[in-house]
């Protein structure tokens, strides 16, 4: 599992740790890691670091510092090595020294630093580090506009990110590779700031941390909360899923919602809803209730609202009036946005609400005394948007997007790094509500059920396009019904996975 801290809990950490520790030392081993990932990066590109071009982007502070260091011992491995300094007077005096003394040089003129920034091999970005805030200042900018055929290295976070909140409120150097030190940043996990990482790699210093607030299930992690069914099993001891979802209008979310739920792990799928023929018809497997939730029998968790139109309101009143876990989605969240956190006032059963940014706009208009957002402005403040959603109602909160945030009362939040831009598809949402609502009623609890549906659903929407890479890229559209076709085949890769198989890595190189 990756774990990623605040800013405040690492300095925090740093401090202790630095009192204990000769002066400099903790900086000289970030320093080192920084400047070993650099040298494999330069002898992967060109062979060799001897007589590779190289500029240090060194502002003020311990981040400049660290480039500073790792330039000079790139230099003594015979790097050509240029430190542009942006804030000459207040550079780091060691860092600038030991490069100056490793034959490295440095200039203070942006006309210079840009020129060998355009034609450099590999830049180190220590503009500005991790307690950065506001986007880069004017005398950067230039950087993060201008061409470069080398690649950037950023120094724990790209200048210009939310070390935080992976918020980018102004301009930000991109960065190809990303080396964060003790611990992940949340910045570099999620987006739009986790699109400016690159490839993380982490460095361990020494830190002695706190339990993360933010984390990111690998595939072990979901490896072992998969339900499997044991001897005795049979279909009602692995939980019923009952799903009421489609319309006249939408009768295939119907479709697509029992589809994920039959591939997540409960022993039977329960449906309710007009689209009782066309869901028997291709899942012949879906026991069919007439009626709504209040009359169609146990089951251990309910998904209410996929293209359920105006009957909606009803299956969702049934459903929340049970004593099992709900997941509710689409039009169930435009019926909870009219009735309010108030609606969910007194359940002691588990709630998920799987909004999107649209959706999550119009839940917390009014409801926590701030102005109402656009979701443009929420989707740029993912974490906190999903914070903010799960406080106000009480309930678990997985916020879809291209970085999917999962969110519980207490402040927990799981970022999922699986996901892919081909999941932007009509229906992908129906068959994520039907997975994870099938785990719920499998038994995992609901932060837990939400992050592994989210993860299993990334990963079938790479399987489907064709696009296994780092980030998913590459492949050809898909449709939702591919991407519920494809959840066997990824839950098969997990498993192997915990068994000995290569894990998969998505942005990181770690």
């Not at 091999?121 to 580090?129: E, K, S, T, W, Y």
């Not at 790699?201 to 499997?228: C, E, F, M, R, Y």
Request: aromatic residues 4%; neutral net charge.
């Amino acid at each position: 599992m990756r774990r990623a801290h605040r800013v405040e809990q690492v300095r925090a950490a740093e401090a202790e740790l630095m009192s204990r520790l000769p002066e400099g030392t903790l900086m000289q081993r970030a320093a080192a890691g920084l400047a070993a990932t650099c040298a494999k990066l330069l002898t992967r590109r060109r062979g060799r670091v001897y007589g590779s071009r190289v500029v240090v982007l060194a502002g003020s502070g311990d981040n400049g510092g660290d480039a500073l260091y790792a330039g000079a011992a790139l230099a003594r491995r015979g790097a050509r090595v240029t430190a542009v300094l942006l804030s000459p007077q207040r550079a780091h005096a060691g860092g600038l020294a030991a490069l100056r003394a490793a034959g490295g040089r440095s200039t203070p003129e942006r006309e210079v630093g840009l020129a060998e920034f355009s034609r450099a091999d590999l830049v180190l970005d220590g503009i500005v580090g991790i307690g950065g805030r506001g986007g880069l200042r004017p005398e950067a900018q230039a950087y993060a506009r201008a061409g470069r055929r080398g690649v950037v290295v950023a120094v724990d976070v790209p200048s210009g990110v939310d070390a935080d909140t992976g918020e980018v409120p102004g301009e930000a150097l991109r960065a190809d590779v990303t080396v964060c030190f003790g611990t992940y940043k949340p910045g570099l996990l999620i987006d739009p700031g986790a699109s400016y990482a690159g490839a993380v790699q982490l460095v361990g210093i020494g830190l002695d941390l706190p339990p993360a607030g933010v984390t990111a299930l690998q595939h072990a992690d979901v490896a072992a909360l998969l339900p499997v069914p044991g001897v005795e099993s049979d279909k009602y001891r692995r939980g019923v899923v009952g799903v009421a979802a489609g319309s006249a209008t939408y009768p295939g979310a119907a479709l697509l919602a029992v589809a994920g739920a039959l591939h997540g792990g409960a022993g039977a799928v329960r449906y309710v809803g007009t689209a009782a023929e066309e869901v028997v018809r291709r899942f012949p497997e879906t026991l069919v209730t007439e009626g709504g939730p209040a009359g169609a029998g146990r089951v251990q968790a309910w998904v209410v609202g996929p293209g359920g139109g105006e009957g909606a309101r009803q299956s969702l009143a049934e459903a929340l009036a049970g004593d099992v876990p709900v997941l509710v989605d689409a039009d169930g969240l435009t019926e909870l946005g009219r009735l309010g956190p108030g609606a969910l006032a007194g359940r002691t059963a588990p709630t998920l609400l799987t909004p999107h940014t649209g959706e999550a706009a119009r839940l917390l208009a009014g409801v926590d005394g701030t102005a109402p957002q656009a979701a443009g402005e929420l989707a740029a403040a993912r974490l906190a948007t999903a914070r903010r959603l799960a406080a106000a109602y009480r309930a678990t909160v997985l916020l879809k997007g291209s970085t999917t945030v999962v969110a519980d009362p207490g402040g927990a939040a799981r970022v999922n790094p699986t996901g892919t831009s081909w999941l932007a598809t009509a229906g992908s949402g129906d068959v994520l509500a039907g997975l994870a609502g099938s785990l719920l009623a499998a038994g995992l609890p609901v932060l837990d059920a939400a992050s592994v549906a989210a993860y299993l659903h990334g990963l079938a929407g790479r399987h489907a396009a064709g696009s296994p890479g780092a980030a998913g890229t590459g492949g050809a559209p898909v449709t939702a019904l591919q991407v519920a076709d494809a959840l066997p085949a990824v839950w098969r890769d997990v498993r192997a996975s915990a068994e000995g198989a290569e894990e998969w890595t998505d942005r990181s190189t770690e």
